[in-house]
C-alpha cells in the first residue's frame, strides 16, 4: 500500500503548477518531478482519491495530472541500491558506479556531518538522458523571463515537463508568438529531505568526482535552507561541494584529479563571466531610448561578439564537441537570462568555514544562524567574511557545455 499524506499531494500540485518553485537542485532542476515519496511501489485508491480531489483544484488540470504520472513514473522504478546491486542484469559498469555512490554517501555522512537518511541510496533508471526538460522564454528586446503565476506558489521563470516533446511544443508555441525561448534538459534535482531523493541514471555520466560533487551539493541543501535566497542557497551548498570533494579526493584519489577538478571550476567560471558580461550589455542596450529597429541590429552585434568570445574557448574546452553543441542551439535573450551566477557569494561562506578552522558542523551552525535573519541582514553579515556581488537572477549553471 502507498504511503501520502494529503498536504504532500497539494504541495505536488502546486509545485507541478509553479515548475518546482523554491527548491533547489543541482543544474537547474525545479521542475515538477520532485514531491511525491511512495514508500512502496503499489499505489492506493485513497491516494487517487485525495488526489483527483486536489488536481481539481489546478488552474491547468492537464499538466498537473502529466506531473503527477511523470513522478511517479520516476518513482516506480526506484529501488534501494543495495537491491540493484544484487541484481545480475544490472551492467558492470553501471554497479561499479553504484557502489562509488555508497561509499560517497556513507563518506557525506561520516566525515562532512551531512544527513544521514535514504536519500541518494536509493536508485531510478529512468531511460533517458535527462530526467526533466525546463523552458524559459522573454520578450525579444527584454532579458525579464517569463513569470507562470499560481496560487500558493506564486511567481516562477521557467515551466518543467518530464515529456520533451511537450516541452518542444510549448517552446514553439512562445516561439511563436514572439518570444525568444530556451528549451533545455535537467539530470537531477532535492526535495530538501522531504522525501527520499533518489540518484539516477542521468547521474552516472560524468567523472567520479562530478558525482560525488552532486551528491556533496544536494546534501547540503538539506542542511540550510532559506525561501526565496537563491543565491544564499546555491553558495552554501556550493562551498559545501567544494569541501566535500577536496576532503573526498584527499581520501580517495590523487592530487592530479583535485587540480583537474579546480581547473574545470575555473573555465566554468570564465564562460559564465563571458555571458554576464553580454546579458549585463543587453540590459543597458534595452534601457537606451533606441527605435525597435536599432536595439534589434545593436542585439544581433552583441550576441555575435558572444559567439565569437565562447568560440575562443574551443582550443582549451577538453570536450569541443560539446561547446559546439551547444553553440549550435544559438544564442537569445532566453539563454542568458536564467544565467546569473551565484558564484560571487561563495569566498565570503569559504571565509565563514575557515574562520571556524574547518570545522563543518561548526559552520553549518551559524550558516543555520544567517539563514533566520532577515534578507538585509543576512547579506550584510555575509559581507563581513568577504565582498559580494549579488546576482539579479539566481539559477543552477545548465549554462556550461559538459566538460
Not at 511512495?38 to 498537473?64: H, Q
Not at 518530464?162 to 518542444?168: H, R
Not at 517552446?171 to 531523493?197: I, R
Request: glycine fraction near 6%; charged fraction near 25%.
Amino acid at each position: 500500500m502507498a504511503w501520502l499524506n494529503t498536504r504532500y499531494v497539494f504541495m505536488l500540485v502546486a509545485l507541478c503548477e509553479s515548475g518546482g518553485s523554491g527548491l533547489p537542485a543541482r543544474l537547474q532542476i525545479r521542475s515538477c518531478d520532485i514531491i511525491i515519496s511512495m514508500k512502496k511501489r503499489s499505489l492506493s485508491v485513497l491516494f487517487w482519491s485525495v488526489s483527483l480531489l486536489v488536481l481539481a483544484a489546478c488552474s491547468n488540470v492537464s499538466y498537473c495530472v502529466k506531473c503527477v504520472a511523470g513522478h511517479l513514473d520516476v518513482m516506480a522504478r526506484t529501488r534501494p541500491i543495495a537491491e540493484v546491486l544484487k541484481d545480475p542484469q544490472v551492467p558492470e559498469a553501471e554497479r561499479k558506479q553504484l557502489v562509488k555512490v555508497l561509499a560517497i554517501r556513507s563518506f557525506a555522512v561520516d566525515e562532512l556531518g551531512l544527513p544521514d537518511n535514504d536519500s541518494y541510496r536509493l536508485y531510478a533508471d529512468v531511460g533517458r538522458p535527462y530526467v526533466v526538460w525546463n523552458v524559459v522564454a522573454t520578450p525579444e528586446l527584454s532579458m525579464a523571463p517569463k513569470q507562470w503565476c499560481y496560487p500558493v506558489v506564486g511567481c516562477v521563470a521557467y515551466r518543467g515537463y518530464f515529456d520533451p516533446d511537450a516541452a518542444k511544443a510549448m517552446g514553439e508555441e512562445l516561439a511563436a508568438q514572439g518570444f525568444d525561448v530556451d528549451v533545455y534538459g535537467v539530470k537531477a534535482y532535492s526535495t530538501l529531505s522531504w522525501f527520499d531523493d533518489p540518484v539516477l541514471n542521468t547521474f552516472l555520466d560524468g567523472a567520479d568526482s562530478q558525482l560525488a560533487a552532486l551528491i556533496f551539493h544536494e546534501l547540503a541543501h538539506q542542511v540550510v535552507y532559506v525561501a526565496d535566497d537563491c543565491a544564499f542557497n546555491e553558495a552554501f551548498a556550493k562551498t559545501v561541494e567544494m569541501e566535500g570533494l577536496r576532503r573526498w579526493l584527499q581520501v580517495n584519489a590523487t592530487g592530479d584529479e583535485w587540480q583537474g577538478y579546480l581547473e574545470r571550476e575555473l573555465r566554468s567560471t570564465e564562460f559564465l563571466d563571458t555571458l554576464s558580461k553580454a546579458r549585463d550589455q543587453l540590459v543597458g542596450l534595452y534601457a537606451q531610448p533606441l527605435s525597435d529597429a536599432d536595439k534589434r541590429s545593436a542585439k544581433r552585434e552583441t550576441l555575435a561578439r558572444l559567439e565569437g568570445e565562447l568560440r575562443s574557448y574551443r582550443d582549451h574546452w577538453p570536450n569541443p564537441a560539446a561547446l559546439d553543441g551547444w553553440l549550435e542551439r544559438g544564442l537569445n535573450n532566453a539563454r542568458l537570462a536564467s544565467n546569473a551566477t551565484y558564484r560571487e557569494r561563495v569566498p565570503a561562506f569559504q571565509a565563514l568555514l575557515n574562520a571556524r578552522q574547518g570545522n563543518l558542523p561548526a559552520f553549518y551552525a551559524e550558516v543555520g544562524q544567517l539563514a533566520k535573519l532577515p534578507a538585509t541582514e543576512r547579506i550584510a553579515r555575509l559581507k563581513e567574511y568577504g565582498e559580494l556581488e549579488v546576482a539579479a537572477v539566481c539559477t543552477e549553471e545548465k549554462a556550461v557545455p559538459h566538460q
